[in-house]
């Protein structure tokens, strides 16, 4: 039986190829994400705020929430992914990656930054700048995917050589399908220009891109650096047609609503998708198990989560209940925050911070308070037993994520002042 994964991959260990060091670019990368995710938080923050007592400087809502939205996926998954997965890949090659690689990384997090300015004043519209009106927040936002088409060719350039076990493989997927999200992006930059554009139109491109790249890019972002990092396992026949499975379904899905194919196509497609995530989530799990990981093993259990929801929610009472119930807000930060953001961290602070590990689990306690806070602007909660007061704790639960966060970046700051004191034998 071959064999995939594992910090035993290569001899070279990440110390010897320098990712570890202070002043590495992918680790100065992810602190630059970590300020990102900050941002990107106190604007949430604002959120709520703004919804109970006004938004200051004449903001308005859903570009507020725009603005938050693409920070977080712009600034600070996306990036930080591109950190970890350069780090993977100089691992199994044994050598540093070209400066190109990390000019890439250093790219998408400026226009990521970039964005967030006309995201924040005006959404997907257009924004007056002098006597003309552009659409400003697209054209950042093109900038990004332009940095995404730089990284994800610099990545096929320096990988083309490792062998593609399934931790290569998922993470090719990955890159595959962040390609294939930036199409809605061109989309909808395209109509920006039009002298008329359907609202439902620009509503479809905006979910396909949104969910492809979260569904997509995320999830099998997330499980290649999990498995490039668990020890090395025997590798089952199922593995391939599970990951196939992962990318045709959540492809398949994606396209079905964009192109108004019939319902069954895209529910069949989210069965399959979902099927291949519980098959590699629960082989990551066991894997963490085998490797006594604490970490990874609770990111892998809570894909297995995703997956089985996403499989119950394809039920059609079972999907009414929760939009009766008001839960999407509740499903997508549990998602965002719950797997991706737990996950990205787990991961990063082994590498870059193993003496704050510990830092993991007050994150994981943070995130499930913020997650818990919104259950009382939910259906769940009884209508006699709500008021104002649930989005002032709604508000203040966003902060202790946010300190947790920060308290990460002044670790790596800190790190990269000070020397760093030898381990004693």
């Keep these: 039986m071959s064999s995939f994964s594992g910090d035993g991959a290569t001899a070279a260990g990440s110390d010897a190829l320098g990712s570890k060091e202070p002043g590495h670019p992918l680790r100065l990368a992810f602190l630059a994400s970590l300020a990102c995710f900050a941002l990107a938080a ?29 920070l977080m996926y712009f600034g600070w998954v996306t ?22 690689f990390h000019a890439a990384v250093a790219a998408a997090l400026v226009g990521g930054l970039l964005a967030y300015p006309p995201f924040l004043m005006s959404g997907y519209q257009l924004t007056a700048v002098g006597d003309t009106r552009l659409p400003l927040s697209m054209m950042a936002a093109g900038l990004v995917v332009v940095c995404w088409y730089a990284w994800s060719a610099l990545y096929l350039l320096v ?22 999200s930036s199409s809605g992006a061109w989309g909808l930059a395209a109509l920006a220009f039009a002298p008329f554009a359907p609202p439902a139109t620009m509503d479809a491109l905006v979910r396909f891109y949104l969910d492809v790249f979260s569904q997509g890019w995320f999830v099998l972002a997330l499980l290649g650096v999990l498995f490039a990092a668990l020890p090395p396992f ?3 026949r199922f593995d391939l047609p599970a990951l196939a499975a992962l990318f045709a379904g959540l492809l398949g ?10 319902h069954a196509v895209a ?16 082989r990551a799990a066991h894997g963490a198990w085998r490797a006594g990981r604490a970490q990874a093993m609770l990111v892998s259990s809570l894909l297995v989560l995703k997956a089985l929801l996403d499989v119950a929610l394809l039920s ?32 990063a602070l082994r ?30 909660w009884p209508a006699n037993l709500r008021g104002p007061w649930a989005l002032a704790v709604a508000f203040w639960a966003t902060l202790p994520v946010t300190a947790v966060m920060l308290v990460a970046a002044l670790r790596l700051i800190r790190g990269a002042l000070l020397p760093v004191r030898p381990t004693r034998p």
């Design 253 to 262: 899905a994606a396209f079905a609503e964009l192109l108004a194919w019939p």
């Design 316 to 347: 059609p009472a079972i999907a009414a209940w929760s939009e009766r119930m008001v839960l999407q807000v509740f499903l997508l930060h549990a998602f965002l925050l719950g797997v991706v953001t737990l996950g990205v961290m787990s991961l």
């Design 234 to 236: 025997s590798r089952s």
């Design 159 to 180: 990988s083309w050589r490792l062998p593609r076990d399934l931790a290569v493989l998922a993470l090719d997927a990955a890159v595959l399908t962040l390609l294939v």
């Design 351 to 380: 590498e870059w911070l193993p003496r704050s590990r510990r830092l993991f689990w007050w994150l994981a306690l943070a995130v499930a308070a913020l997650l818990m806070s919104q259950l009382p602007l939910s259906g769940l």
């Design 79 to 100: 990036p930080a992914l591109f950190a970890l997965i350069g780090v993977a890949v100089a691992r199994r090659l044994g050598r540093p990656l070209p400066l190109a």
């Design 267 to 282: 529910q069949v497609s989210s069965l399959v998708a979902a099927g291949g995530l519980l098959l590699l989530a629960a």
């Design 42 to 70: 106190l604007t949430g923050s604002l959120l709520r705020y703004g919804l109970l007592h006004g938004f200051p400087w004449e903001l308005q809502y859903l570009n507020v929430r725009h603005a938050h939205t693409h």
